[in-house]
């Protein structure tokens, strides 16, 4: 078997609009049934099943029976971080009105990608553990000793992370900041922590998250960030350059 990869089913499969529109929907890691989706997606329900097919079959998606009912999720975290290397090279998404600039936004502030946390909160978290040593190397995100005593004690299963058979820490590149963030086991059960502890919340339009005022206190005294302060630079001209 040769080396080199065939690209062309994986693009033909994402060819289609609504089938990208599928996956976009399903990069948070979640399981939603084919109706939503196809609801979501814009297309009857006959034709979502076409496209469900098609990603499955190429490997993207995977169905989940429970009972008569149909459920679908990305095959993989692998898949979900390819997806989001793509976004670094794909042209965004049309956005239209005051909704869809909101959900863009909320996607560019937190996200989760699979099951890790994204956007300027999961980019931000990796600079200020790099900064702290809880991280070493920027191309690997190495998780430390010092690293692996904190986040044990911001309640992350952090032991059952590394004993587990995925990659213990990964720099999964973040197509809206195009900087890495944390992936891999113990960047998943940093995302589940961050959920099961109320930092942050999903919001309802799907992908997004929302900082809580809990979170928002976490981050600020633990870690230094601010992220509202951050969202506020980023509107003021040439303020990006300073930041952090």
Request: positive net charge; charged residues 20%.
């Amino acid at each position: 078997m040769g080396r080199d990869r065939d690209f062309t089913a994986v693009g033909r499969a994402l060819a289609v609009p609504a089938r990208s529109t599928i996956c976009n929907l399903l990069m948070d890691g979640s399981r939603r049934p084919a109706g939503e989706l196809a609801r979501l997606a814009g297309v009857s329900a006959s034709t979502a099943s076409d496209h469900l097919g098609v990603l499955v079959a190429a490997g993207l998606l995977r169905c989940h029976v429970h009972g008569r009912h149909r459920f679908y999720a990305l095959a993989g975290p692998e898949v979900g971080s390819a997806l989001e290397a793509l976004g670094l090279i794909a042209p965004p998404a049309p956005v239209s009105g005051l909704r869809g600039t909101r959900r863009a936004e909320h996607l560019a502030a937190a996200r989760f990608c699979y099951d890790h946390l994204a956007g300027a909160l999961g980019t931000a978290l990796t600079d200020a553990w790099l900064a702290a040593g809880w991280l070493a190397d920027p191309d690997a995100l190495a998780l430390t000793p010092r690293g692996a005593a904190g986040l044990r004690g911001l309640g992350v299963a952090v032991d059952a992370a590394v004993a587990g058979r995925r990659a213990t820490t990964r720099a999964c590149l973040d197509w809206t900041e195009r900087r890495p963030h944390l992936g891999g086991a113990v960047g998943a059960a940093v995302g589940t922590r961050f959920l099961d502890a109320g930092w942050v919340v999903r919001h309802r339009s799907g992908r997004g998250l929302t900082v809580t005022p809990a979170g928002e206190t976490l981050l600020r005294e633990s870690f230094g960030i601010d992220l509202a302060g951050r969202a506020a630079a980023d509107l003021v001209p040439g303020a990006a350059a300073g930041r952090v």
